[in-house]
């Protein structure tokens, strides 16, 4: 058979009888609108997840046991090191090391105001011992401001993030200077040179929502540290004594905090490693405790709760189908029937039944596309919809945004075919059991 | 009574003999039976050991009353009905046992069809009509041409690229009629080919099936109520009641 010209033919004769032709398209478009919305529904909160815990399946935090804030956790000042010889080191990308400083320290609450749980805003010192390996991790010092820099190396340097410049720019802005309070009597003075927008800073903001981050070289939390400990016992015995640490030996050297990437994209195999990691770092420091903070775990339930999300999408696409066939069959059953006197003289001058089938599903399958196509429309306009919708409410917007990607839209085809090869099956025999003497002899 | 029994016998053994006389057969029918209804008591014999022979390049009009088994007897030489009995042998191929694929094949090769009921496609030129049963087999150059030329053939020549809508009845039966002709078929059977149309061009049609039955030398079997399709026709054939009740060769054509 030569199947481009029946093909051909076929599809102009889809169109031939308009109205058979607009019911099916109709009925396949509201099913592919339906199936194609919550697909790029689901697709873009997969997209959403993906963007904000996606990239950090594989990364994760250590520091001290038992240390319920993270300035309290005082780590081995060469862990970084130790870290790098663990046996199955080769699967870690990256080691950043932070030490942070109590957020009590620079109180500026007044002009800070209060967090969204209502406590009030502090300021989360991140002292970063090398901006290389931080900024492979977090993202937040790589999307400065057009007049910023990063902070120099044993300079009074820091970078804020544009929220507290947003909020306060009388004070936080480019080129001004502001002091942490050590205590009432000491301050310590920083140079903002640089102006972060990123809004959301990976592993650490998403679990700590202190307050405002500030990025600074780690020699500034060195000096604040050593500060503190030299003047400011009072604010030593209330932030330190509580944990056990000793005011000879603590702080001035040891990072409190290290996160860890490593090239592992399943959350099972993370926790693994996780475990593996705390073993050796056990072993390494004997005296010592170590616990690790990382979203694989939560990421495994997100990833069941996907699994059972894609259940439902399957279930609802086969149901489309299944109606959506039913909606072509009854279309093209019509339409067959209506056509048998061109179906009885295709067979009379010599088409075989099999080049009636193959036309008329050929048929189906360009309804099927057609209406598919349709859809995707349908569902682009009303996700835009949504969209508008939404911004127009209360809450502003969407929490995510529905994409209809290439593999939905190439899904939509796939399924309009599906429906066209089904639903043209029953009405092409049909057509081809037609008897043409009978259809043809009208007297 | 007796004595038109007798002519009957005299003009069916004189047609028969004409064509037994060639060995140019082109259609064989051997005792052949059609039975609906069989073993039931509604069961209704609608050809009753029907024996025929068609040499080539006979134009034959089988004529007979509604129900006289007439049409079952194109539907089975078509190809698109069984027989119950008998052996019915197209171009030397007995086609009885035939399965569909080979039936399809005999009808694409060896038979082209005019009916009463003309149908064209609407949406396509009468050319592309004239073509269409070549399409899922390819069509050449050399079938473009040929479906021209028989257009030509035809009196349509200026109505090739004209939609269906855009003709008269005469019109369209005659792109039917080259419709029927485009596979090059030895045989060509017709139902009822002028039914639809009024007497004019009804004559103009039956024309054109004694043109390419005269030029083209295809054999033709058209089965009509219509008296004036025999006066174009080489032989006429009576069917009554399942049987040939008269075969005779048309002493007035050329």
């Not at chain 2, 694409?108 to 050319?127: M, R, W």
């Not at chain 2, 004209?162 to 080259?178: D, F, W």
Request: net charge negative; aromatic share 8%.
């Amino acid at each position: 058979m030569k199947v481009g010209k029946v093909t051909w033919f076929a599809f102009k004769n889809a169109f031939r009888r308009k109205i058979v032709a607009i019911l099916a398209i109709v009925g396949i478009s509201i099913a592919i609108t339906m199936q194609v919305t919550i697909n790029a529904f689901t697709t873009g909160m997969d997209e959403t997840f993906n963007d904000i815990f996606g990239e950090l399946v594989g990364t994760f935090q250590v520091q001290e046991k038992n240390t319920p804030f993270t300035y309290a956790s005082q780590l081995p000042a060469n862990i970084t090191e130790t870290i790098r010889n663990f046996e199955n080191s080769s699967l870690i990308e990256t080691v950043a090391t932070e030490q942070v400083l109590p957020s009590t320290v620079n109180n500026y609450t007044d002009i800070l105001g209060t967090t969204v749980f209502g406590s009030p805003m502090g300021m989360n010192v991140r002292g970063i011992e090398n901006l290389d390996d931080f900024s492979k991790i977090y993202s937040e010092l790589e999307e400065l401001t057009e007049e910023s820099r990063t902070f120099e190396y044993n300079q009074d340097e820091c970078i804020i993030p544009y929220a507290l410049y947003e909020n306060n720019s009388e004070v936080f802005d480019i080129g001004k200077t502001f002091s942490i309070k050590i205590n009432s009597t000491h301050t310590y003075d920083l140079e903002i040179v640089g102006i972060t927008a990123a809004e959301i800073g990976g592993i650490q903001q998403s679990i700590m929502v202190t307050g405002y981050d500030i990025y600074v070289p780690i020699n500034v939390t060195n000096n604040v540290l050593a500060e503190l400990l030299r003047n400011d016992t009072l604010n030593y015995m209330y932030h330190y004594t509580p944990f056990g640490l000793d005011p000879n030996h603590f702080g001035i050297e040891n990072p409190n905090i290290v996160a860890i990437r490593t090239t592992i994209e399943n959350s099972e195999k993370v926790n693994d490693y996780i475990d593996d990691l705390m073993a050796y770092l056990g072993e390494q420091y004997p005296e010592m405790e170590f616990s690790a903070l990382s979203l694989a775990s939560a990421l495994e339930t997100m990833d069941d709760l996907m699994a059972t999300q894609n259940i439902v999408i399957t279930v609802v696409t086969i149901v489309i189908i299944i109606s959506g066939s039913m909606g072509v069959i009854i279309a093209q059953l019509v339409g067959v029937e209506g056509r048998s006197k061109e179906f009885a003289i295709l067979k009379a001058t010599g088409w075989k039944e099999s080049h009636i089938i193959y036309s008329v599903i050929i048929e189906s399958v360009t309804l099927g596309v057609a209406g598919s196509l349709v859809g995707v429309v349908l569902s682009f306009m009303s996700i835009k919809g949504l969209e508008r919708l939404m911004a127009s409410t209360a809450a502003g917007g969407m929490p995510f945004i529905p994409v209809i990607t290439p593999a939905i839209f190439f899904t939509a085809i796939a399924i309009a075919v599906g429906i066209g090869i089904l639903g043209g099956l029953y009405p092409g025999i049909r057509a081809s059991s037609v008897k043409p003497m009978e259809v043809l002899q009208g007297s | 009574m007796m004595t038109e029994e007798v002519e009957t016998n005299i003009q069916i053994e004189i047609a028969s003999e004409a064509v037994a006389e060639s060995a140019d057969l082109i259609i064989e029918i051997k005792d052949l039976w059609r039975k609906f209804f069989e073993n039931t008591p509604a069961e209704v014999l609608a050809l009753r050991g029907v024996n025929f022979r068609v040499q080539k390049g006979e134009f034959i009009t089988i004529m007979g009353p509604s129900g006289s088994g007439k049409s079952t007897l194109l539907t089975i030489l078509g190809c698109m009905a069984t027989a119950t009995s008998g052996q019915v042998f197209i171009d030397g191929t007995e086609i009885t046992q035939l399965n569909q694929r080979k039936l399809s094949d005999i009808r694409k090769n060896k038979i082209g069809f005019v009916f009463q009921d003309i149908f064209l496609i609407d949406t396509i030129s009468a050319l592309d009509n004239v073509l269409l049963p070549l399409l899922p087999y390819g069509i050449g150059k050399e079938d473009r041409e040929r479906a021209k030329e028989l257009l030509k053939i035809a009196g349509l020549e200026d109505r090739m690229h004209h939609k269906p809508t855009e003709l008269s009845g005469g019109q369209k039966q005659r792109v039917a009629i080259c419709r029927a002709l485009i596979n090059n078929p030895p045989i060509v059977l017709a139902d009822e080919p002028t039914g639809n149309l009024d007497s004019q061009t009804g004559a103009e049609v039956l024309s054109l099936l004694q043109r390419i039955n005269q030029e083209k030398g295809i054999t033709i079997l058209a089965v009509s109520h219509d008296p004036k399709l025999a006066e174009y026709s080489t032989r006429d054939v009576m069917i009554t009641d399942g049987e040939i009740t008269r075969d005779r060769i048309n002493p007035f054509r050329d």
